[in-house]
């Protein structure tokens, strides 16, 4: 299994920058380095959670790595796997984006239309991402 480094992050910004929503860039670039096996089918639930879950809400980049960090630390059977593996990561990583940027909200993060603005979102949020997964990786 790959490791979510700055390369990921640049994957990441060129994927925003072909054309790919916040959340499917940080999603995809990071699924790719991971080397985690989606169908076509499933690499399109990401489309939805861009620009703020489609909703100016919540940053789709902050979505696209807590979907990550789900499909890494998640679970199949409530009766057997806890969720706070996920959730306490996701909550880290939440923390951390808001601590980067001053909100987990699109529309307070983007001010004014313009994507370019989202691309500096869409890198850091996979740099902060790599650096927590390696914070849990040493422990």
């Known amino acids: 299994?790959?490791?979510i480094n700055q390369?990921?992050?640049q994957k990441a910004t060129q994927y925003f920058t072909k054309g790919y929503n916040c959340c499917?860039?940080?999603?995809?670039a990071?699924?790719?380095e991971l080397d985690v096996s989606l169908s076509e089918e499933s690499k399109k639930i990401a489309t939805a959670f861009g620009?703020?879950?489609g909703q100016g809400c919540t940053c789709g980049a902050l979505a696209g790595g807590t979907m990550v960090i789900g499909l890494l630390k998640g679970r199949l059977d409530p009766l057997v796997e806890a969720?706070?593996?996920?959730?306490?990561l996701a909550k880290v990583f939440g923390g951390k984006f808001k601590e980067a940027f001053?909100?987990?909200?699109?529309?307070?993060?983007?001010?004014?239309n313009n994507r370019e603005v989202c691309k500096n979102y869409?890198?850091?949020a996979v740099e902060i991402l790599g650096e927590i997964l390696e914070k849990t990786e040493t422990r």
């Open 51 to 53: 620009g703020g879950l």
């Open 24 to 28: 499917e860039s940080v999603f995809h």
């Open 7 to 9: 390369e990921t992050s």
């Open 102 to 112: 001053g909100s987990h909200c699109c529309s307070a993060l983007k001010k004014e």
């Open 30 to 32: 990071c699924c790719e």
């Open 83 to 88: 969720k706070e593996p996920a959730c306490d």
């Open 1 to 3: 299994m790959g490791k």
């Open 122 to 124: 869409v890198g850091r």
